[in-house]
């Protein structure tokens, strides 16, 4: 589903990622941990097509993120198509990114409106739907400012899933949120998380729940990935120093 | 001098009804002008392509740089020798509208720059189209922090526009002094003028106050 091919990503002088391979398959569900700055996050970022590659390729369900085919040569991707290889990407992120401006409905309605062309009565049931699962029916009408952190959280997992992707990225999704509001949007990301085939690329500090949710873990560590394996084995004997210097650290935080 | 309360009365109602009239027109056609033309030289200087955005900053610079008054000149007195002839109201409304365009632009460029990263960053992860991610998240948000400083920029409007008697248009400065000539007594027309501009302008000033207020919270 998801291919890096030695990539790099440099921001000026700093090197975030150096020649990074890894894919996830369809359906799986992958979390990303490690100390901040190891570049998990520009992961997600180059993924969602908010950043672009220094070098190296990234396919998303066979088609290259970066690049185009034009002839026998490959030239740098026009804005058609990355908002066809974005169709299958949604994002939600720590700090929700919610439309101030728009009412819940709205926020979740627009972009199935407007980019896809869904009818908006028909956006609007689907929305209403959404909310309901994220146990917010009640707040349609209300605005983003008048919500908490968790609620505003739940209705940005809401929006992300109105436009159908095939792969949900989750950026340090609580991070931002207090600590009495983390527990429902992790069990509301966990009921995603079992029930769908959605492909999940999760970045979090929080090992309980990258335990619960994923099928393989990796752990990052200046740019490159230091050990990978499924959550049993890296949270209860990992092979590597920097791995479990790195989760004494934040398991007694 | 003793202030003369009969011929007070006598001009009020004329300041009050024309006078005034000719300001308000003269404020709002400007102002509207301003706001709107503002917002597209805005959008035009952040364009893209350097051969719009360029030439759009240069003439909002130029523009912003030179007098009102000179602006209303050539506007009134050269444009007709290129045969563009317009009534002196019209033609104060354009100057208005113009000069304070390249102000407001400003205004619009902060509000837009004021939004945060993560909306663009929405909109992209959304798949918004980028003109929708400007017509329905950018915009509505940049125009709500641009309102207190175009609320100003309708004082200051208001406030100049008194300039476009220069161009024969009799408005409730030109008129007092109109009044003022007739008798060589300009006391009691120009203090009820100013007393005019006082009598809004505060208000006004208080009213934005409140509204700055109201969008910090």
Known sequence: MIRFDQVVKRFGDVTVLRELDFHVKPGERVTLIGPSGSGKTTILRLLMTLERVTSGTIHVDGECLSHVRRGDRKVPADERHLRQVRKKIGMVFQQFNLFPNMNVLRNITEAPVRALGVPREQAEEKARELLDMVDLADKAQAHPSQLSGGQQQRVAIARALAMEPEVLLLDEVTSALDPELVSGVQNLLRDIAHQGNLTLLCVTHEMNFARDISHRVLMFDQGQIVEEGPPEQIFTEPEQQRTRDFLQAVLNA | ??????????????????????????????????????????????????????????????????????????LYYVMPDFGVRMTALTTGIIGLGVHYASYTSEVYRAGIEGVPKGQ??????????????????????????SLPALGNYLVAIFKESPQLSVITVVDVIGLARELGSERFRYLEPMTIAGLFFLLIAIPASILIRRMERRLDT
């Open chain 2, 1 to 74: 001098m003793i202030w003369d309360w009969d011929w007070t009365l006598e001009i009020l109602p004329g300041l009050l009804t024309q006078g005034l009239l000719v300001t308000f027109q003269a404020t709002l056609g400007g102002a509207v002008l301003a706001f709107v033309l503002g917002l597209f030289v805005a959008l035009l200087r952040r364009s893209r392509r350097p051969y719009i955005s360029r030439p759009v900053g240069a003439i909002s610079e130029f523009i912003r740089s030179t007098p009102l008054l000179v602006q209303l000149f050539v």
């Open chain 2, 120 to 145: 663009w960053e929405a909109a992209i992860a959304l798949n918004l189209p980028r003109h929708w991610t400007w017509i329905s998240v950018v915009l509505p948000q940049a125009v709500r922090r």
